[in-house]
């Protein structure tokens, strides 16, 4: 990885991570706010492929798990990061990226990445929630994420790639 690339890609999560614990908490639907954060994994995946991405969503994961106010364990969000970086950067692979093929790759990504951050705070019981409260939670992230992909995706997905045009999977 070159150094401008990542700090780019630090760049990148730095101001996802601002922007998503402090501006969207206000515009949170039901304590659930855009998870803009997933957003820069998924765009980094589709142009920089898996194993950027699992990086990336690995760092991003742990910003995320310590940035104030986290109230779970930490270690839960680097692991859904980490699991979409993987899957969208596969997807990345196999997939021409159209806008249908974009939209759909962050709806199943947000789909998988707040699946995973649920599903482990069952296993760990942090915090104690019950599963139909924990399904419309990822209903309600999913239908964020979605809304704010043509304002993040083509932004993100274009820096990555004119940082190495040449090494760009799409």
Known sequence: MTGMRAFVAVLAVSAALVLQVSVFS???WQGVVPNLVLLVVVGAALVRGAQFAMLLGFAAGVLLDLAPPADHVAGRWALALLVVGYVAGRVALDVKPTVTAVVATVAASSFLGTSVFAISGILLRDPP???PDLLQVVGAS??????LTPFV???VMTMFRRLEPDRATS
């Open 129 to 131: 929630m019950a599963v």
């Open 153 to 155: 995706l083509p932004l």
């Open 26 to 28: 206000y515009v949170a």
């Open 142 to 147: 999913v239908l964020w994420d979605v809304v």
